[in-house]
């Protein structure tokens, strides 16, 4: 199209350089950056130590449960942790008050009182009234014992070691094709139904703000010329599918920039964040760190076409998104007609994402790695087959086919509003419905 090139460049370095989005592309790039290199590290160091080390040397026991005559050894209970109470002295006692006295003679002892209560086990941690322990050194003890006192019961179940370790074996489960040969299964299946259930929010979240920010800009640059009386001069010298057209990809554009150095600064903060955090602690366990680590195990389920294909897709989503804009744009005579101009991208993203959720897109009675409808669908394929991308579910062909279809898309949609910004360029008077515009642009030549 004659023009298309010098409308984009033109509105794309003019967008760029605008104070406004030079300062919000910094501002938010630099938080991205530093906030997490600086939050992560901060909240490593002024935590609570989980692994405090209790001063508790003697434990003085009372059975109430009546369930077995047979002597347990408390003593397994060195062995559960190779890292704490690995040097407890304990003792048996017959009743709360002769264990009572006894640990006040002691200067780190403390009472421990095991009741059997209705199919359920009632450990509870005396602290006596002369000590020198406090109560986080009981409190450590106490935490401790709610995972380790399982030993106590296999002691009391007087089951052989064979049986005792058939019971503590792990099991794990795994859903696959009764054709597929167990060693030749997928070995991130669990992974992938796990993203699948997360990534299409993230996909629809990251969309969404995407398409409120960047919407509302497409339809002022739409408008821009009928408020400054240069639309007759436009309309000469560029066709109106080429003006729209460039506006269109330019916003696209320099919204997809925005955001791709905004991700750039996250990726950056908290790679930072990472590093500073175990400077504080080497052995950190928080819990972000072991998810980013966990992840990084598994990134060999996604291949490089997958990846640049998914973010092709959603650059093509905001595109399609701000064509519609533009209609709203090419309509609306002035700015305050945009309020109800630019209703209808907002409606199409609503309707698309309850026809995802409701309609089998991302629900839980479709198998997460099926390829459904709504992938050859412009306005809910953005936000189902990303994912699906992604994870492999769409093979190269599918996923560049309905990538195809959303961009084919984006541009009649465009060269419709197009056409509208021509028709309402003489136009004057109230904003026509939607049936009285049908029929101007079919009365149009």
């Given at each position: 199209m004659r023009g298309l090139g010098k409308i984009f460049s033109f509105t794309f370095v003019q967008h760029v350089k605008r104070k406004g989005y030079l300062n919000v592309t910094i501002i938010i790039a630099f938080l991205c950056l530093l906030l997490?290199?600086?939050?992560?590290?901060?909240?490593?160091?002024?935590?609570?130590?989980?692994?405090?080390?209790?001063?508790?040397?003697k434990v003085y026991v009372i059975e109430q449960d009546g369930r077995t005559d047979e002597k347990i050894d408390y003593g397994v209970l060195n062995r559960v942790d190779a890292e704490r109470f690995t040097d407890v002295a304990y003792e048996m006692a017959g009743s709360v008050e002769e264990a009572a006295k006894k640990a006040e003679e002691d200067d780190y002892s403390a009472v421990l009182v095991v009741?059997?209560?209705?199919?359920?086990?009632?450990?509870?941690?005396?602290l006596p009234d002369k000590t020198k322990l406090n109560k986080k050194d009981v409190n450590a003890y106490e935490t401790?014992?709610?995972?380790?006192?399982?030993?106590?019961?296999?002691?009391?179940?007087?089951?052989?070691?064979?049986?005792i370790a058939e019971l503590t074996m792990p099991i794990e489960t795994q859903v696959r094709d009764s054709s597929t040969p167990a060693d030749e299964?997928?070995?991130?299946?669990?992974?992938?139904?796990?993203?699948?259930?997360?990534?299409?929010?993230?996909?629809i979240m990251v969309l969404y703000f995407m398409i409120l920010a960047y919407g509302q800009g497409t339809a002022n640059n739409a408008i821009m010329e009928k408020t400054s009386k240069l639309m007759d001069l436009f309309l000469v010298t560029?066709?109106?599918?080429?003006?729209?057209?460039?506006?269109?990809?330019?916003?696209?554009?320099?919204?997809?920039?925005?955001?791709?150095?905004?991700?750039?600064?996250?990726?950056?903060?908290?790679?930072?964040?990472?590093?500073?955090t175990k400077m504080v602690n080497p052995k950190t366990d928080m819990a972000l760190i072991q998810l980013v680590e966990t992840f990084g195990e598994f990134s060999g389920m996604f291949t490089a076409s997958g990846v640049i294909?998914?973010?092709?897709?959603?650059?093509?989503?905001?595109?399609?998104?701000?064509?519609?804009?533009?209609?709203?744009?090419?309509?609306?005579?002035?700015?305050?007609?945009?309020?109800?101009?630019?209703?209808?991208?907002?409606?199409?993203?609503?309707?698309?994402?309850?026809?995802?959720?409701?309609?089998?897109?991302?629900?839980?009675?479709?198998?997460w790695d099926a390829v459904t409808w709504q992938v050859w669908v412009p306005f809910t394929s953005i936000l189902v087959a990303p994912t699906k991308i992604l994870l492999g579910v769409m093979s190269i062909p599918e996923a560049v086919c309905s990538l195809g279809i959303v961009i084919l898309t984006a541009t009649v949609i465009t060269m419709i509003a197009g056409r509208i910004y021509k028709m309402m360029s003489l136009y004057k008077g109230n904003l026509p419905s939607p049936k009285k515009m049908i029929e101007m642009l079919r009365n149009q030549r």
């Open positions: 997490p290199a600086a939050i992560m590290p901060a909240v490593e160091y002024f935590k609570e130590d989980d692994t405090y080390e209790s001063k508790l040397a009741d059997y209560q209705e199919n359920s086990y009632q450990l509870d941690v005396l401790f014992l709610s995972g380790a006192f399982r030993s106590i019961l296999i002691q009391k179940s007087n089951l052989e070691v064979t049986q299964s997928d070995e991130y299946a669990s992974a992938k139904k796990v993203m699948a259930s997360l990534l299409p929010y993230l996909n560029v066709k109106p599918g080429a003006m729209l057209l460039g506006k269109v990809f330019a916003t696209a554009a320099s919204g997809i920039l925005q955001i791709f150095v905004w991700i750039g600064g996250l990726f950056g903060g908290f790679a930072l964040g990472i590093h500073f294909l998914s973010l092709l897709m959603l650059a093509a989503g905001l595109l399609l998104y701000c064509s519609l804009a533009a209609i709203g744009g090419a309509i609306a005579e002035k700015p305050e007609d945009l309020s109800s101009t630019n209703m209808l991208f907002i409606m199409v993203l609503l309707i698309s994402f309850f026809a995802t959720m409701f309609a089998g897109g991302a629900g839980a009675d479709v198998p």
